[in-house]
């Protein structure tokens, strides 16, 4: 049975390209960067060309890029010892209530720490309102951390108007940009951004490799301790040839091929709604379908239908999609993010999915991803079973 893979959003294929680019530096390039001799240093080189095409996608410099294991790793590690090296500053934090776990769950442990945290509310939508943000804002605020783009809504944050704010705020700045990264335009500069993490994975590169932007202005202890690897900032062998792999996935996306990719995901998303229309199928468009927001993200409420029971037939019938997020997609309890949108005991909660497209996503996919929807519905209406 032929697969379709529509949960992007979730990780992404890795490309031709990453992946003979990986495969080389595993044979032909193993010594470890932090040794001296021949084999050492042509290993440092390849990770040094890395980071600088990393930094200047972002438009930072390279020293200011730390190589991680991932977003959830870059997220814990600014979140964390930001609080921890200046809370002598104050104990206020300031999020939203949409963030991926990675963000929200050091926000409660830190809360068991004694720090308070502002969870600002989103409207139906999925967006903050900039007046509850300058509302929370206060003289003992240490850090705010607002993601770029929504996973499971796509809904794009108001990141330069942040940025504007605290730039003459003690606050550093905080966003993780994992879903962002590599379709919208980012400028550290330009949006006065501390800190920032990416995960590789989610744009056709590797797993398990990602970055932190830390500006040179920024200081806290390393989160993992041990060797003096990354400038003494994170400890462990760097893994170069994924930080090679990582480094030609972000060459590949050059900034005309963001805007390319953007407007291709509008179109799907146009094309499904079209469709599903077509096919007379009882939904709805959670959150906003907009040309500024992250246009790989599509999540829909198929009234009546449970997300279990959709997603299980869905799979049958060999087309991954979600529930939600994919950090969460094994959990009974309901989406954060569409209970954080539209409450508790809005139906949407129990009856949506997750579609996210990628670089290989074609429009015959989609057909067959509405073929399946509507073919599920009429079994499912035929035999009176909807949950």
Request: glycine content about 8%; some cysteine.
């Amino acid at each position: 049975m032929e697969e379709i893979y529509l949960d992007n959003a979730a990780t992404t294929r890795v490309s031709d390209e990453v992946y003979a680019e990986m495969m080389d530096k595993y044979k032909n390039v193993y010594g470890n960067a932090s040794t001296l001799y021949g084999l050492g240093r042509e290993a440092k080189q390849v990770m040094e060309s890395a980071r600088e095409t990393i930094a200047k996608s972002i438009n930072a410099d390279p020293e200011e890029i730390i190589f991680t294991s991932g977003g959830s790793e870059s997220d814990n590690t600014a979140i964390m010892q930001t609080a921890l090296s200046r809370q002598d500053l104050g104990k206020h934090i300031i999020t939203t209530a949409i963030e991926h776990e990675a963000v929200l769950q050091p926000m409660r442990a830190l809360e068991k720490q004694g720090f308070e945290v502002t969870y600002l509310p989103v409207d139906e939508n999925g967006y903050i309102s900039m007046t509850d943000f300058k509302e929370a804002l206060r003289d003992d605020t240490i850090l705010v951390s607002i993601m770029m783009g929504n996973n499971e809504v796509g809904s794009v944050m108001p990141i330069h108007e942040i940025g504007e704010i605290l730039k003459d705020h003690q606050a550093w700045f905080h966003t993780d940009a994992v879903q962002a990264y590599g379709l919208l335009d980012i400028d550290v500069q330009r949006d006065h951004i501390d800190l920032l993490s990416t995960s590789a994975h989610k744009i056709n590169g590797p797993k398990m490799i990602g970055f932190l932007y830390k500006h040179q202005g920024v200081n806290f202890p390393s989160f993992v301790k041990g060797g003096q690897q990354e400038d003494k900032r994170r400890a462990g062998t760097e893994n170069v040839p994924a930080i090679a792999g990582f480094g030609k996935a972000v060459e590949t996306i050059t900034s005309d091929e963001k805007h390319r990719r953007q407007e291709k995901y509008y179109g799907f998303k146009q094309y499904l709604i079209d469709q599903l229309k077509a096919n007379n199928v009882d939904f709805e468009v959670n959150g906003l379908v907009a040309k500024d927001n992250l246009n790989h993200v599509f999540n829909i409420w198929l009234k009546g239908i449970s997300t279990y029971v959709m997603q299980t037939n869905l799979d049958l019938a060999g087309i991954a999609v979600s529930g939600g997020s994919a950090c969460t997609a094994g959990s009974i309890e309901p989406s954060h993010v569409l209970v954080a949108m539209y409450g508790e005991d809005s139906p949407r909660i129990s009856e949506s999915i997750r579609i996210s497209f990628g670089r290989y996503t074609t429009k015959e996919d989609l057909d067959k991803l509405v073929d399946a929807i509507v073919k599920t519905i009429g079994r499912i209406k035929k035999k009176g079973v909807t949950n």
